[in-house]
């Protein structure tokens, strides 16, 4: 069993493993050149090109897991969903929610399997020696791009749908789980080790309205997952116990120390948590953080060295190798 296993099943080996959010991609030459004349959706469907996009940071910095390149918006799109990525936007969708014969529409739209996905991951997995990692976007990330159409900063309009309409706000969030929880079943049938719930919205709620009206939904999208599962959103110290409740792992984000975590969460294996800043730091400043954060992350039961949120696209990739190889021991202090 691998490290990067092994911890996610709470059990703390020679050292912590390492990944990065976002690494498969974004600040990569061979990426950028890899996707030169495709938009995101297309690279994500074309499974040869999705798996080399997987395996590249896996060759580069050498890290011991791959995150599967993909984006929580393509199940909507392979379901037949009117979604686009917009460079320097993010999701964009031709028909916003915002009403229950929205809903009616909506949830008649199907993902029960893709070959795409399938294949693309069988790939990584018979050309790896390192697990691979599946992903999915949390159901109100995804209600919350739905009803808004596209990025948002203060998601009024899904909070709106959220208390004026509850019983359309179920049925959005119940077929919003039932689409992330066959992705990630998807992933793993295909060899995915390991799955990770991505959150990006929910730590704009308050701690009452993300108990009864989204914990719910990420336990069941999570309930397909037959791996150890990840949970992981930003801004999210307020809700911290309760995404740990329904996941073998607790992604945390750079706002909180880990040893702080363990105290509220005690017994729970832990990931994160260096802040992206830090990439543009000197090496002897990065290094003292690195040092600070496997330190806290020694209060869990086990320990996965990750980033606090993703790779920002403008990271000098050989940071990412030298903090890989710093972390596995082949560079000194």
């Known amino acids: 069993m691998s490290l990067l296993t092994e911890a996610a099943r709470g059990t703390r080996g020679k050292r912590v493993p390492v990944w990065f959010m976002r690494q498969a991609g974004r600040s990569l030459p061979e990426y950028r050149s890899l996707r030169e004349g495709t938009t995101m959706l297309e690279a994500c469907l074309n499974p040869e090109m999705a798996a080399e996009i997987t395996m590249q940071p896996v060759r580069r910095h050498g890290v011991d897991g791959a995150v599967f390149f993909s984006d929580i918006v393509t199940p909507l799109k392979i379901a037949g969903i009117d979604v686009d990525i917009k460079p320097g936007v993010g999701p964009v969708f031709g028909h916003p929610i915002r009403s229950s014969s929205d809903i009616d529409e909506l949830v008649a739209h199907e993902f029960i399997d893709s070959p795409e996905i399938r294949k693309a991951v069988e790939i990584c997995v018979n050309e790896l020696d390192v697990p691979v990692l599946g992903f999915g976007g949390a159901p109100f990330t995804l209600a919350a791009y739905l009803v808004e159409g596209k990025p948002s900063r203060d998601h009024l309009a899904a909070r709106a749908l959220m208390y004026s309409d509850p019983e359309s706000w179920d049925r959005l969030m119940t077929w919003a789980a039932d689409i992330t929880g066959q992705f990630l ?149």
């Open 185 to 333: 079943k998807i992933q793993i049938e295909a060899g995915a080790s390991i799955v990770q719930l991505f959150d990006s919205w929910a730590g704009s709620l308050s701690l009452a309205t993300y108990e009864e009206k989204v914990l719910p939904y990420s336990m069941r999208a999570l309930s397909y997952a037959t791996v150890p599962t990840i949970h992981f959103g930003t801004g999210t110290t307020r809700i911290l116990p309760q995404m740990a409740s329904i996941s073998d792992v607790l992604g945390v984000d750079y706002r909180i120390r880990l040893d702080e975590v363990a105290k509220l969460v005690p017994n729970k294996p832990l990931q994160g948590n260096i802040d992206p800043a830090f990439l543009f730091a000197p090496w002897e400043v990065l290094q003292k953080h690195i040092d600070e954060v496997i330190e806290a992350g020694k209060a869990a039961p086990s320990h996965i060295l990750n980033l606090g949120h993703g790779v920002p696209p403008n990271t000098d990739p050989d940071v990412l190798s030298r903090i890989v190889a710093y972390v596995q021991g082949r560079l000194e202090p």
